[in-house]
């Protein structure tokens, strides 16, 4: 049974540049929330998907966009990046549409220079 | 913002040695959760305690809620050089959405 899975696991951009991180949730999840967790810090949501549709967001710019797909796996994409989106951005999945407990993929870690 | 603070930021014991890290948040809640992350990689869901629950134990982990202080405790027996990582609470904040603290790094000396 396949756990979270995300890709890449380490990326360099510059600024200004776009990036899109992907996400495949755990065998039977059907819910993924995004979280960007910089360096000595918590993870801070960005936003979550369920059936498709991003239900709630965090405090972050209009430059943060998702999407689900149907077999519910995800992308996260950050347009114009700053260098203050270097983080590591983890992908959380659970069922339901809960929240309660999820799993979470290793992350994929963005360094923009 | 960040909802739940956990204290201390950093931990440092012998191994065998119990573990105690606390979180404390500001708004009600109906359930706390606590994670562990290894070496800045993803987490690891430890346990959930509900806003009625007083107590919940794990294994190892032995977790407490007073909701009346709004805090909650993590405590790690016997610890292991193993048990070394970031602990995380978090809270929710409306219907999906849960806000996690800045975490304790614990550290177990072999």
């Known amino acids: 049974d396949a756990g979270v899975t995300q890709s890449p696991t380490h990326l360099i951009k510059t600024r200004g540049q776009q990036v899109t991180l992907r996400c495949s949730p755990k065998?039977?999840?059907?819910?993924v929330s995004w979280y960007q967790q910089a360096l000595g810090q918590g993870p801070q949501f960005i936003f979550q998907?369920?059936?498709?549709?991003?239900?709630q967001r965090g405090n972050f710019p209009d430059r943060f966009s998702g999407h689900q797909f149907p077999n519910y796996s995800s992308e996260l994409n950050v347009n114009a990046l700053l260098l203050g989106d270097s983080a590591l951005y983890l992908c959380?999945?659970?069922?339901?549409?809960?929240?309660?407990?999820?799993?979470f993929g290793p992350g994929t870690r963005l360094l923009v220079l | 913002s960040q909802q739940g603070e956990e204290d201390p930021q950093a931990l440092s014991i012998q191994e065998g040695e119990n573990a105690t890290m606390n979180c404390s948040y500001k708004?009600?809640?109906?359930?706390l959760q606590w994670y562990r992350q290894n070496s800045g990689r993803g987490l690891v869901h430890l346990i959930l305690?509900?806003?009625?629950?007083r107590e919940k134990h794990s294994g190892r982990l032995r977790v407490t809620l007073d909701t009346s202080k709004k805090s909650s405790s993590l405590l790690i027996t016997a610890s292991r050089a193993a048990d070394t990582a970031s602990y995380f609470c978090?809270?929710?904040?409306?219907?999906?959405?849960?806000?996690f603290g800045t975490g304790t790094r614990l550290k177990v000396l072999a």
């Open positions: 959380a999945s659970s069922w339901g549409g809960s929240t309660e407990t999820q799993y």
């Open positions: 065998s039977g999840h059907d819910t």
């Open positions: 998907y369920y059936e498709e549709e991003e239900r």
């Open positions: 708004t009600s809640i109906n359930n």
């Open positions: 305690i509900r806003s009625n629950e």
């Open positions: 978090a809270t929710p904040s409306g219907t999906y959405k849960y806000i």
